[in-house]
C-alpha cells in the first residue's frame, strides 16, 4: 500500500472508491422551484425519523433551501442520471426536463422516484468545509415499499453517475 497525500484532489479520488446514492433535495415556493442533488445521503435514526446529508459551506442553494418549512428528498433511479446532472449544475434551470410533484407545504418531490420524503431540517452541524444537515421525516412516499416492483437506484461512484449491474 501506498500513502497518499492530504490534499484536496488525492482525497476526492480516494473518497470517490466509495460508492453512494444520489438523492434531489427540492422545494417549492410557490413563486420558483429550488433543488439539488447530493451523494451524502444516509439514514440516521428510526424513532425519531431522522435523515442527513453533507452540504458544501459555499452552496448558494442550501440557505435557500434551509430557509423554507418543508422539503422533498427524492431518492434518484437509474432513469434519473440526466435529472441528476441537471441537479448538481451550478448555472441554468435545475429543472429542465424533468417532471415534479408538490405537496401540501412546499416539498418537491422528482416524478419517477422508488422513495420519496417530507422533511424538515432540524439541526446543522459544522464539519470543516461542509455542513452536515439532520432532517426529520415528516412523510415517507413510495412506489415500491408496498409491491414486488423494483426502482434501481442511481449511483455517485469515482466522480460519475452509475448504474448496478444486473446480476
Known amino acids: 500500500m501506498t500513502t497518499i497525500p492530504l490534499d484536496g484532489a488525492a482525497l476526492r479520488r480516494a473518497f470517490g472508491q466509495f460508492p453512494s446514492g444520489v438523492v434531489a433535495i427540492c422545494a417549492d415556493t410557490g413563486t420558483e422551484r429550488i433543488g439539488m442533488a447530493a ?3 444516509v439514514p440516521v435514526s428510526l424513532e425519531p425519523a431522522l435523515v442527513a446529508f ?3 459551506n459555499t452552496s448558494t442553494t442550501w440557505p435557500r433551501l434551509a ?3 418543508r422539503l422533498g428528498i427524492s431518492v434518484l433511479s437509474s ?3 440526466t435529472a441528476a446532472r441537471v441537479l448538481a449544475a451550478k ?5 429542465a426536463g424533468i417532471d415534479t410533484e408538490t405537496r401540501d407545504g412546499g416539498a418537491l418531490f422528482i416524478a419517477g422516484c422508488g422513495i420519496c420524503l417530507d422533511v424538515t431540517v432540524d439541526q446543522e452541524v459544522e464539519a470543516g ?3 452536515i444537515v439532520v432532517m426529520r421525516v415528516n412523510e415517507v412516499h413510495s412506489a415500491t415499499i408496498e409491491t414486488d416492483s423494483a426502482v434501481e437506484p442511481i449511483v455517485f ?4 453517475f452509475r448504474r448496478l449491474a444486473a446480476s
Open 39 to 41: 451523494s451524502t445521503f
Open 54 to 56: 453533507c452540504v458544501q
Open 67 to 69: 430557509a423554507l418549512p
Open 79 to 81: 432513469e434519473h442520471d
Open 91 to 95: 448555472n441554468g434551470d435545475r429543472f
Open 129 to 131: 468545509d461542509h455542513r
Open 157 to 160: 461512484h469515482r466522480s460519475a
